[in-house]
């Protein structure tokens, strides 16, 4: 399989180096990075080969190889693209119920170790204990 002249990477500078090609992401920001080309073959319900050639995983997180005329906006939360502000909302709030699901999971098979945040409420409630059992002790000291 021959690779063609376009689908080769481009150098990056006249001293050398790894070839690298400039990708933009769809909210318009420049990636520089060397292509990612892997080997793909496409088999019908038989098995016989339909299509094969090479592919630039780049492409599948979903880098483009022109600017983006239409940008989109970035989504911390699951570190792709969405196109409003509503959908990256929604993302966040499957992302808070996916994690509250999975967290209850952890506890209930008991695979989570408490959080800071338990651990000085249990903190507070032993103090707590100790200072009423010292109060008591220096109250009986007093009786006689």
Not at 2 to 13: F, M, N, R, S, V
Not at 55 to 74: E, I
Not at 81 to 106: G, M, S, V, Y
Request: aromatic share 6%.
């Amino acid at each position: 399989m021959a690779i063609l002249a376009e689908d080769k990477p481009q150098k990056t500078g006249d001293i050398g180096g790894q070839p690298k090609q400039k990708y933009w992401t769809p909210d318009g920001r420049v990636i520089m990075a060397q292509p990612d080309m892997h080997v793909f073959a496409q088999t019908d319900s038989v098995g016989k080969v339909v299509k094969e050639g090479m592919r630039d995983a780049h492409l599948d997180k979903g880098w483009l190889l022109q600017p983006p005329v239409v940008k989109s906006l970035y989504c911390p939360h699951c570190d792709r693209w969405h196109r409003t502000k509503t959908e990256i909302n929604d993302c966040l709030e499957q992302k808070k119920e996916f994690d509250a699901h999975w967290a209850r999971q952890a506890k209930k098979d008991g695979r989570l170790v408490d959080t800071a945040d338990d651990r000085i409420a249990a903190l507070e409630n032993d103090m707590r204990d100790i200072k009423t059992l010292l109060e008591r002790l220096l109250e009986q000291k007093e009786v006689p």
